[in-house]
């Protein structure tokens, strides 16, 4: 029996992640419960994609627990992820969204309606004929994001959403986060792009060389951070 079926919490339990030797997370805490996004923040390397695609249910922790609404089976019900460089279908735009409409259990009599409100969530309406690949970085971000909300989910993962889009087109992506957010999808997002944090996450989850060093609401993070590791990073010194 699986019981009633929600993504939320999250919990990661003492993960630690290794391959090859290398410890890539080092007993890892971490609840991930409903309400604005979350951010994971950390130099480069620190395992924040690795979080996330354990999170998705791609990787299983080498030891510790990872669970979804206290279940540990990592099918995703409700769940979906987004990277930084998405692959789009070699479909049109609207295609790719019917596809993962269709993926997602969508009945056919509703698909090109939710098509047509998707692609306006994500200010896409007059680009629903163009071939997906021949989109810009920045409408293709989008059209992922919209592919991704597609599949109705309640936990929302984004890897560097906006890394390489200008100002303008991580603007248009924030605003479909937000909204998404409103409406009560859990988001939880890596991002290098601190303003982005606080313009978009109630609480920030800090890590540095696979382990977790602090999470605290967004405000009091950027305030007053207290690990050592957390005030380097937002000094702007080099962490490892
Ligand atoms: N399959 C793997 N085999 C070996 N090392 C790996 C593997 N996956 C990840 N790593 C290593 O684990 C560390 C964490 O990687 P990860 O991609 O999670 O970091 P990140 O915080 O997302 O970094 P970035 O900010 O650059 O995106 C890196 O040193 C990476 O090289
Ligand atoms: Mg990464």
């Given at each position: 029996?699986?019981?009633?079926?929600?993504e939320?919490?999250?919990?990661?339990?003492?993960?630690?992640?290794?391959?090859?030797?290398?410890?890539?997370?080092?007993?890892?805490?971490?609840?991930?419960?409903?309400?604005?996004?979350s951010?994971?923040?950390?130099?480069?390397?620190?395992?924040?994609?690795?979080l996330?695609?354990?999170a998705?249910?791609?990787?299983a922790?080498?030891?510790?627990?990872?669970?979804?609404?206290?279940?540990?089976?990592p099918?995703?019900?409700?769940r979906?992820?987004?990277?930084?460089?998405?692959?789009?279908?070699r479909?049109?735009?609207?295609g790719n969204?019917?596809?993962a409409l269709?993926?997602?259990?969508?009945?056919s009599?509703?698909?090109?309606?939710?098509?047509?409100?998707?692609?306006?969530?994500?200010?896409?309406?007059?680009?629903?004929?163009?071939p997906?690949?021949?989109?810009?970085?920045?409408?293709?971000?989008?059209?992922?994001?919209?592919?991704?909300?597609?599949?109705?989910?309640?936990?929302?993962?984004l890897?560097?959403?906006?890394?390489?889009?200008?100002?303008?087109?991580?603007?248009?992506?924030?605003?479909i986060?937000?909204i998404?957010?409103?409406?009560g999808?859990?988001?939880?997002?890596?991002?290098?792009?601190l303003?982005?944090?606080?313009?978009?996450?109630?609480?920030?989850?800090?890590?540095?060389?696979?382990?977790?060093?602090?999470?605290?609401?967004a405000?009091?993070?950027?305030?007053?951070?207290?690990?050592?590791?957390?005030?380097?990073?937002?000094?702007?010194?080099?962490?490892?």
């Amino acid at each position: 029996m699986r019981g009633p079926v929600s993504e939320l919490p999250l919990v990661f339990e003492a993960v630690c992640y290794a391959v090859g030797g290398t410890q890539i997370l080092r007993s890892l805490d971490l609840t991930i419960a409903p309400g604005a996004p979350s951010a994971i923040i950390g130099p480069n390397g620190s395992g924040k994609t690795t979080l996330l695609r354990m999170a998705m249910g791609l990787l299983a922790p080498t030891s510790g627990r990872v669970t979804w609404g206290g279940q540990t089976d990592p099918a995703p019900r409700r769940r979906a992820i987004l990277f930084q460089r998405p692959v789009m279908l070699r479909r049109t735009a609207a295609g790719n969204i019917a596809y993962a409409l269709r993926q997602a259990g969508c009945p056919s009599a509703r698909v090109a309606g939710r098509v047509e409100e998707l692609l306006a969530q994500a200010g896409l309406s007059g680009l629903a004929s163009r071939p997906a690949r021949r989109l810009s970085g920045g409408e293709q971000q989008r059209l992922a994001l919209a592919r991704a909300l597609a599949r109705d989910p309640e936990l929302l993962l984004l890897d560097e959403p906006t890394a390489n889009l200008d100002p303008a087109a991580t603007r248009a992506v924030e605003d479909i986060v937000r909204i998404a957010a409103q409406s009560g999808v859990k988001i939880l997002m890596a991002s290098h792009d601190l303003g982005q944090v606080r313009r978009l996450a109630g609480d920030v989850r800090f890590m540095s060389a696979g382990a977790m060093h602090e999470s605290a609401p967004a405000a009091e993070f950027f305030q007053s951070a207290k690990s050592p590791e957390a005030q380097a990073f937002l000094r702007g010194d080099i962490v490892t």
